[in-house]
Antibody, heavy 118, light 109 residues
């Protein structure tokens, strides 16, 4: 079964940084747009960032200027570099994929927990 | 940015009953770009419906989606025990931002 597997979560102090990774075990990674969606404890889903198949990048206003998304097609991996972390960034971060041209997010990883606390 | 508002926040029903969940958008959303997801505790979201009314692969036909413009509905015709979960709508236009509703929890009465 083709899977997305996130890693890199953990405990970090406010103002700190963390890099999340998501590896796609399938063979068509370069054909998928990728996204990060987060979920704070007990809350709903919150779109964070996306990267197109041509490496165009998009960010939610809440993370713009602090987070950077990137992809490495040779490693079937998408990254989320998170800087200047705040308590409100505490959440499970999910990686998800979609085919281009207006398709939904149809494959999701199991998530990685990021906790921002002193 | 399009804001999606789901109602009710919680729906208390018994197995076998019909569930009707609402998703209202702050501005018109193309039906092509409206999805519904199911999420169970400790699990990732699972795509149920896309294009407002098309079922994703493997989704039982007791799940159906409808609506257009600013009002969309997810209906579960007869609740099975495994259907008690949280449900989220999402608009996913060709370019982000892609927004989610705040969710509806379907719980056992």
């Amino acid at each position: 079964e083709v899977q997305l597997l996130e890693s890199g979560g953990g405990l970090v102090q406010p103002g700190g940084a963390l890099r999340l990774s998501c590896v796609d075990s399938g063979l068509s990674f370069r054909s998928y747009a990728m996204a990060w969606v987060r979920q704070a404890p007990g809350k709903g889903l919150d779109w964070v960032s996306a990267i197109s198949i041509h490496s165009g990048t998009y960010y939610a206003d809440s993370v713009k200027g602090r987070f950077t998304i990137a992809r490495d097609n040779s490693k079937n991996t998408v990254y989320l570099q998170m800087n200047i972390l705040r308590a409100e960034d505490t959440a499970v971060y999910y990686c998800a994929s979609k085919i281009p041209d207006g398709a939904p997010l149809d494959r999701w990883g199991q998530g990685t927990l990021v906790t921002v606390s002193s | 940015e399009i804001v999606l508002t789901q109602s009710p926040g919680t729906l208390s029903l018994s197995p076998g009953e019909r569930a009707t969940l609402s998703c209202r958008a702050s501005q018109s959303v193309s039906s092509r770009y409206l999805a519904w997801y199911q999420q169970k505790p400790g699990q990732a979201p699972r795509l149920l419906i896309y294009g407002a009314s098309s079922r994703a692969t493997g989704i039982p036909d007791r799940f159906s989606g409808s609506g257009s413009g600013t009002d969309f509905t997810l209906t579960i015709s007869r609740l099975e025990p495994e259907d008690f979960a949280a449900y989220f709508c999402q608009q996913y236009g060709e370019s982000p931002p892609w927004t989610f509703g705040q969710g509806t929890k379907v719980e056992i009465k």
